[in-house]
């Protein structure tokens, strides 16, 4: 079984950064599609970034953080990162991590969520 922690979450005043870490047990983390969504109050989770398996780091990114968001990993360390900048009030969300695999656009792992907020 795969278990995912998110950690790194807090309050930010608009402009500042934070860097979100999610580390994944289990040695199946560096085969995996690795993802951060975000859900905010009476809203869908919406997808942030993916980043393919360590043979390939492919990047994806939702317009909204282009720019501003960067996903990397380290698959010695089991460990993905949101690295997230010139933040605004409109990212204000809990973040979850997933895993899905690299053929699949199903998420099969989440983790717990780790609460982002932006504000003066």
């Known amino acids: 079984?795969?278990?995912?922690v998110e950690s790194g979450g807090g309050?930010?005043?608009p402009g500042g950064s934070l860097r979100l870490s999610c580390v994944a047990s289990g040695s199946i983390f560096r085969t995996k599609t690795m993802g951060?969504?975000?859900?905010?109050?009476?809203?869908?989770?919406?997808?942030?970034?993916?980043i393919t398996s360590m043979a390939t780091s492919i990047t994806t990114y939702a317009d909204s953080v282009k720019?501003?968001?960067?996903i990397s990993r380290d698959n010695a360390?089991?460990?993905?990162?949101?690295?997230m900048n010139s933040l605004k009030p409109e990212d204000t969300a809990v973040y979850y991590c997933s895993a899905r695999d690299?053929?699949?656009?199903?998420?099969?792992?989440?983790?717990?969520?780790t609460q982002v907020t932006v504000s003066s």
């Not at 720019?67 to 960067?70: A, L, M």
């Not at 053929?103 to 717990?112: E, N």
């Open 77 to 83: 360390k089991n460990t993905v990162y949101l690295q």
């Open 1 to 4: 079984q795969v278990q995912l």
């Open 36 to 50: 951060w969504y975000r859900q905010a109050p009476g809203k869908q989770r919406d997808l942030v970034a993916t």
């Open 102 to 113: 690299p053929w699949s656009v199903t998420v099969g792992y989440w983790g717990q969520g």
């Open 67 to 70: 720019g501003r968001f960067t």
């Open 11 to 13: 309050l930010v005043q």
